[in-house]
């Protein structure tokens, strides 16, 4: 049996939904919630977990690739880097390890200690985008290293912060997979009281798990007021 080092960077990429344009600004998406939600739902969990950032690329606008304005140079990125590859290396020249990425969960502890205001950051987001222990783990690691390249020796809440932005793939999942019994039940009372058409229902529930994602959609609103409209104008 041969063994080989298998320490490698992994890199993918991948459209939002089949037609590609679920989330743009620019272009509406075609397809259906279902069609979304079983693509996005070819990435396992366990794969997904251990992806540690995942990133939402909008297209690009004419205006932005017309601007040639003056952009941070690859020289002063790699500067900062090594500089906190520097500091890394400092934190664990007495451990077996080199890099944050390699943090197991003691080091992690000792590492990637979080204030008060950290720690309530990072409860929110464990619990809303129900994150397993693996990806909280990895949120930590990431944070440890915007910090490092922010050149703080702790955890700031807004390193916290960003690192839990690079779950956007979690956030997705989370809230297509949203249960609707309580709209359900919502839905009926409005159709018992308002005399809503069923179909107008169905059309305003698939709205609701299309722009849900959002985490802002009240799918109340426009139904009451269409009702009320319908109302006054017969």
């Not at 069609?35 to 992806?51: A, C, E, F, N, V």
């Not at 197991?104 to 397993?132: G, H």
């Not at 609707?180 to 059309?203: A, H, M, P, T, W």
């Amino acid at each position: 049996t041969y063994t080989f080092p298998a320490n490698f960077m992994f890199v993918a990429s991948m459209n939002p939904c089949p037609c590609g344009y679920y989330g743009s600004t620019l272009k509406t998406c075609t397809c259906t919630p279902n069609q979304i939600h079983t693509y996005l739902s070819k990435i396992s969990g366990p794969l997904l977990d251990r992806i540690d950032i995942q990133l939402e690329v909008q297209t690009i606008k004419y205006v932005d690739l017309a601007n040639f304005s003056q952009e941070e140079d690859s020289f002063t990125i790699r500067k900062r880097v090594n500089q906190a590859r520097q500091i890394q290396l400092k934190r664990y020249k007495n451990s077996h390890i080199h890099s944050n990425s390699e943090l197991s969960a003691k080091n992690l502890k000792e590492a990637c200690e979080l204030s008060t205001e950290c720690n309530k950051i990072m409860q929110n987001a464990f619990e809303k985008l129900n994150l397993s222990a693996r990806a909280y783990s990895r949120v930590l690691k990431v944070a440890r290293t915007i910090a490092d390249l922010d050149g703080s020796e702790r955890i700031m809440t807004d390193h916290i912060a960003e690192a839990i932005q690079y779950r956007c793939l979690d956030k997705f999942i989370k809230y297509m997979d949203v249960d609707l019994n309580s709209l359900e039940e919502k839905f009926r009372n409005l159709n018992v009281y308002l005399g809503i058409n069923i179909d107008e229902i169905n059309l305003a529930k698939e709205k609701v798990k299309t722009e849900y994602i959002n985490n802002s959609y009240n799918p109340l609103i426009p139904i009451i007021k269409s009702s009320i409209k319908q109302r006054i104008t017969y």
